[in-house]
C-alpha cells in the first residue's frame, strides 16, 4: 500500500469571535489517500491555514520541506518511521508548535489507515481497550457572570454529565469575581459531580494560591493550566503547596515536555491533546508516564468528532482511565461533522468499536464549513 495523496481540510464558521479562547470556531482535518483505495482522517488542533501550508507547501531544502511532498509514495503502515521521517523533514520550521500540530494530524490519519487496513479499531492497536465506555466531562468557555455559569451547569446537570469544566473568560482578572464564578457552579452542579476549573494561563503562583484557598470549599477536581506552559518551576511551587490536583500539558508536543510536567514541575494531571503532541505515536509514549508515576492522564479535546473519536480510543487504553473531554460549545464543528454522532448516555461516550477510528464524516455537513 502507498500513500497517494495528502488531502489538507479547513473548517470555518461564518462568524469568529477572536476575543474568546474557543477552539470550536475553525478546525483542521487531513485526508491521506492510498492506492488501495483506503483513506485515513485525522485532525490538528491549530491554525488551519498555518497547517494547509505545511503541508502543500513546496520544499525549500532536505529539512524545509512541505509534508506532502515527503510523504506521497510512502508505506501508510509505517506510523512511527513517517513520524521520524517527517519530524526530520520539518526541523527547520517545526520542532514543536505548528508543524507538530499538523503531524499529529497526519499520525492520527495514518493510525486510522492501519485499522481499516487490518478490521481492528485503533484502541486495539494501541494494545487494546480496558473499558469500553469513557466518563467525558463537559466542557466550555468560563462565560462573564454566575447567572451564565448557572445556566451551563443546570444544562449540563439535566442532561446527565457527571463532571463540568469551565475556564478562560474573564478568569484572572480578579479573584473575588473568580470565587463568584466558582461558587455559582458548585451550588448549582451540587456536591455529587465534580467541577474542574481552566484558569487559561491567568494567575501567577501567588493568585492561583490564594484563588485555591478562597474555593477550597467547593472541591475541585482540579485546576488546570494556570500558569504559562513553560514554568515548570511554577506549577511544582502551586502543585507542592495544594491539596487540589493540578493539571497541564495541553500546550506540549513531544514526549520530553510531558516527562518535565511530571518530574519537575509535579503535576497530578497530564493534559495531551491528540491533536498537538504528536498524534497516537506520542500519546502511546506519554501512557508509559502513567504506569511509571501516579499521574494520571485526560486529554485535552474541544474540537470535532475526529478528535473525540481519536481521544476515546486513547483513554479506553490507559492502565487507570478517569476522563475525556467533551466540549459543549455551540458549533457545527463539535459534533455536527460526523455521519452518526457521539450520544451521551450515563455520562459516558462510547469506544467506537468499527475499523480505525470507526467514524464517518457527514460529507453535506463539511461541505457547509469547508473552504476552499
Same mark, same amino acid.
Given at each position: 500500500m ?5 488531502e ?9 469571535d ?63 518511521? =513517517?513520524?521520524?521521517?517527517? #519530524? ?24 486510522d ?25 463537559? !466542557? ?57 476549573? /481552566?484558569?487559561?494561563r ?9 484563588l ?15 500558569? !504559562?506552559? /513553560? ?7 502551586l ?5 487540589t ?18 518530574? =519537575? ?48 480510543? #486513547? ?16 458549533? =457545527? ?34 461541505? !457547509?464549513?469547508?473552504?476552499?
Amino acid at each position: 500500500m502507498r500513500i497517494t495523496d495528502v488531502e489538507p481540510i479547513v473548517l470555518r464558521l461564518d462568524r469568529i469571535d477572536t476575543t474568546r479562547a474557543d477552539g470550536t470556531q475553525d478546525a483542521f482535518l487531513v485526508r491521506i489517500h492510498t492506492d488501495e483505495g483506503i483513506v485515513g482522517v485525522g485532525e490538528a488542533d491549530t491554525s488551519p491555514y498555518l497547517a494547509r501550508t505545511i503541508v502543500e507547501m513546496p520544499s525549500s531544502h532536505s529539512i524545509a520541506r512541505g509534508l506532502k511532498e515527503v510523504l506521497v509514495g510512502e508505506d501508510p503502515l509505517q506510523a512511527d518511521r =513517517l513520524w521520524q521521517l517527517m #519530524f526530520n523533514a520539518s526541523d527547520h520550521y517545526g520542532r514543536g508548535g505548528a508543524a507538530l500540530h499538523t503531524m499529529s494530524a497526519i499520525d492520527i490519519a495514518l493510525w486510522d489507515i492501519a485499522g481499516k487496513a487490518s478490521g481492528r479499531p485503533v484502541s486495539a492497536l494501541l494494545g487494546g481497550g480496558r473499558i469500553a465506555n469513557v466518563p467525558v466531562y463537559a !466542557s466550555e468557555v468560563m462565560p462573564q457572570t454566575p447567572d451564565e455559569v448557572r445556566r451551563i451547569a443546570e444544562r449540563v446537570a439535566g442532561d446527565g454529565y457527571a463532571a463540568l469544566k469551565l475556564g478562560w473568560g474573564p478568569l484572572g482578572r480578579d479573584l473575588a469575581h473568580d470565587e463568584a464564578l466558582v461558587r455559582a457552579a458548585r451550588e448549582t452542579l451540587g456536591p455529587e459531580r465534580s467541577l474542574m476549573l /481552566d484558569g487559561g494561563r491567568a494567575y501567577t503562583v501567588k493568585q492561583a494560591l490564594e484563588l485555591l484557598r478562597r474555593v477550597e470549599e467547593y472541591e475541585l477536581y482540579w485546576f488546570e493550566e494556570a500558569l !504559562s506552559p /513553560d514554568d515548570l518551576d511554577g506549577y511544582r511551587r502551586l502543585s507542592d503547596a495544594v491539596r487540589t490536583r493540578i493539571a497541564a500539558g495541553e500546550a506540549d508536543a513531544t514526549l520530553a515536555p510531558f516527562r518535565a510536567l511530571v518530574e =519537575l514541575g509535579h503535576v497530578d494531571v497530564l493534559q495531551p491533546d491528540l491533536a498537538r503532541c504528536g498524534g497516537f505515536t506520542v500519546a502511546r509514549q506519554i501512557a508509559l508516564l502513567e504506569r511509571q508515576t501516579a499521574v494520571e492522564i485526560v486529554p485535552h479535546c474541544f474540537s470535532t468528532g475526529v478528535l473525540v473519536a481519536a481521544s476515546l480510543h #486513547f483513554v479506553a487504553t490507559l492502565d487507570r482511565p478517569t476522563w475525556s473531554e467533551f466540549s459543549i460549545a455551540d458549533s =457545527l464543528l463539535v459534533n455536527g461533522i460526523l455521519r452518526e454522532p457521539f450520544e451521551l448516555r450515563d455520562g459516558r461516550l462510547s469506544v467506537p468499536t468499527g475499523p480505525g477510528l470507526g467514524i464517518e464524516l457527514d460529507e453535506d455537513a463539511l461541505h !457547509s464549513v469547508r473552504l476552499a
